[in-house]
């Protein structure tokens, strides 16, 4: 069972950074997915980006391009994701997923909630204006 803890969520002004890391307590996780999604009260949870651990391939949404970055560190097992230029609609709970080891790069690529199949508990961000 993979255990996936997020932590570096926190209150922001608009226009400030946050980093959010997410540890896997697996001792090697060399394949397969991982992503942040991202869920606001009242709307739908949002693929915001993913990274493919086998080759390293990165997808966002829209809304996020050119402003988060996902990274990893294999040898800590953990992904991150920098968040630059917040704005308020950035607020929101993240949630980092992994997915089983086979999954491919297409899947992993179009950010959808069913193709995980690990959760974290989740980290708040909130950005204020």
């Known amino acids: 069972q993979v255990q996936l803890v997020e932590s570096g969520g926190g209150s922001v002004q608009t226009g400030g950074s946050l980093r959010l890391s997410c540890a896997a307590s697996i001792y090697t996780y060399s394949s397969g997915c991982m992503g942040w999604f991202r869920q606001a009260p009242g709307k739908e949870r949002e693929g915001v980006a993913s990274i493919y651990i086998g080759g390293g391939g990165t997808n966002y949404a829209d809304s996020v391009k050119g402003r988060f970055t996902i990274s990893q560190d294999n040898a800590k097992n953990t992904v991150y994701l920098q968040m630059n230029n917040l704005k308020p609609e950035d607020t929101a709970m993240y949630y980092c997923?992994?997915?089983?080891?086979?999954?491919?790069?297409?899947?992993?690529?179009?950010?959808?909630?069913?193709?995980?199949?690990?959760w974290g508990q989740g980290t708040q961000v909130t950005v204020s204006s």
């Open positions: 997923a992994a997915s089983r080891p086979t999954l491919r790069w297409y899947s992993c690529s179009r950010r959808q909630s069913e193709d995980f199949d690990y």
